[in-house]
């Protein structure tokens, strides 16, 4: 043999024994298959009836449901007049970056008469996820849960629950909501806020026409009820509460977190949170109720609460149930609370030596208007365009695929030079200087920042006032992440306080309003992964921005090549 040989042999035999190793890991483990029509329906809702946009005819979309470690393969057939993704919100994609799904970022849309077949693993995860279309607005009815259970051998971390349910909390537009983004888009104005609060697609008799478009969850008596809440609202963050009940939050975004009992919880955009709640009041109904948590000013939002029935086994028919207390819709104290509440379950390894800090200020913006039409176009304040950015770079939406432009070498689509922001304590919510971040108008491009394998980060997401300050979620792809830290007013380092022993691991934080957010997390998931803000109409206006992790050295550290039927822009 060859002294060249070797390294060759060497080589295959670690490929083999990796791929032995892989195997002996899902030992139990399945492969799920499912089809997704993506489609069109005529729906009634609100007095109206509509052409809504829905997988395999269903509002809320169909359930995907899986074990840890399982493979799920989903072929996905558009049928629609739009072009369509399905992002598999809070899975990973280790090593499967391209069937993450959001759209021009890791894969160009499936257009009309396609289909694309996404075909990735839910390795060590499991809980509560939901998967959504990625491409405009069409999440606002494309939607459903995506369940990941624990191995048949692995009990839950508390007494099992004599039952579950899932609620999605979602919004309904009477207007073609991809009509409704173009048009907002193309007036530069605000957008208006949804006609209706749903609870798996019911909005309840606080609405017109809607006296029987109520959800019920039936329950017994002195049992215990695992309640699967997932927030599928596109532009609102919810309050969700059960009249005379109490809430014990047992994991959110897919990790268990220690108990912690409330009166009630906030759920931003993009968010799951896993609830138990006992019957243990006397036999009735109960209202169940989802209303708006608006921390922005002067903004016009949906005010009108989405109510279902939580209806005990014995219960009169037509008994009147009880109302539930929503907080008022600028409670930041309640929303504080429940935070303060959520910690990991167990003591965790938090990053400590970091090898890349970042500073992101992120908020609205309010672009000049150069328009001959300024009635039409320009109808943000101060006759200007509204924009939204990260470190005062509003994201340009490309029109490939950025992944396999970076893939492929291609040059001219992306940089990466996104800009940097010191650690210091300038006035971000009162107005940050013109050369740090945010001024009212914000430059624009394609711009992603680039991690080596294995680098441990930390990112302080700083909201800032050059408009109005609020909560936004901000969404991390690919990574889950651990929020050491948060606060009102300006991130100071020589005050911020840390938890690094027990802090949440989330993949969507909402940072405070008017004030910041730390998290840390390893890179350690090769491809290129998006950072954006899960309001629909931040991210229609720039408020996002992609992180590329580089291939570590070893076979399992690399991203693969990509799919074959990956369709074309």
Known sequence: MTNSAVPSLLRLSFFFFTLQVMYVCRIGAETRFYQFKVQTIRFTRLCQTKEIVTVNGKFPGPVISAQEDDRIVVKVINMTPYNTTIHWHGIKQKLSCWYDGPS???????????????????????????????????????????????????????????????????????????????????????????????????????????????????????????????????????????????????????????????????????????????????????????????????????????????????????????????????????????????????????????????????????????????????????????????????????????????????EGYFTFDFPTVPEKSYDFVNGAPNDIANDTQAASGTRAIVFEYGSKIQIIFQNTGTLTTENHPIHLHGHSFYVIGYGTGNYDQRTAQFNLEDPPFLNTIGVPVGGWAAIRFVANNPGLWLLHCHFDIHQTWGMSTMFIVKNGKKLLESLPNPPADLPKC
């Not at 039952?163 to 173009?182: A, S």
Request: positive net charge.
């Open 104 to 410: 021009y970022i890791t894969q160009c849309p499936i257009k009309n008469g396609q289909s694309f077949t996404y075909n990735f693993t839910v390795a060590q995860q499991k809980g509560t996820f939901f998967w959504h279309a990625h491409f405009s607005w069409l999440r606002a009815t494309v939607y459903g849960p995506l369940i990941v259970y624990p191995k048949a051998s692995v009990p839950y971390p508390f007494k099992k629950p004599f039952k579950e349910h899932t609620i999605l909390l979602g919004e309904y537009w009477l207007k073609n909501v991809v009509e409704l983004e173009q048009h907002v888009l193309e007036s530069g104005g605000p957008p208006p806020p949804a006609d209706a609060f749903t609870i798996n697609g019911q909005p309840g008799p606080n609405y017109n026409c809607s006296s029987n478009d109520v959800y019920e969850v039936e329950i017994v008596p002195r049992k215990t009820y695992l309640l699967r809440l997932i927030n599928a609202g596109i532009n609102m963050e919810s309050f969700f509460t059960i009249a005379n009940h109490k809430l014990t939050i047992v994991e959110v975004d897919g990790e268990y977190t220690k108990p912690f009992t409330t009166e009630r919880v906030m759920l931003v955009p993009g968010q799951t949170m896993n609830v138990l709640v006992t019957a243990d009041q006397a036999i009735g109904r109960y209202s169940i109720a989802m209303g708006p948590y608006e921390s922005a000013k002067n903004v016009k939002f949906q005010n009108t609460s989405a109510i279902a029935n939580f209806q005990y086994l014995g219960a009169l028919p037509n008994s009147v149930a009880l109302p539930a207390k929503l907080p008022i819709f600028n409670d930041n104290i309640a929303v504080k609370t429940v935070m303060d509440g959520i910690r990991s379950l167990n003591p965790v390894d938090v990053p400590k030596d970091i090898d890349a800090r970042l500073f992101i200020t992120i908020g609205i913006n309010v672009n000049k208007c150069n328009s001959e039409n300024p009635n039409n176009k320009c109808q943000g304040p101060r006759k200007g365009r509204l924009a939204a950015s990260m470190n005062n770079i509003s994201f340009i939406e490309p029109k490939v695929s950025i992944l396999e432009a970076y893939y492929k070498q291609l």
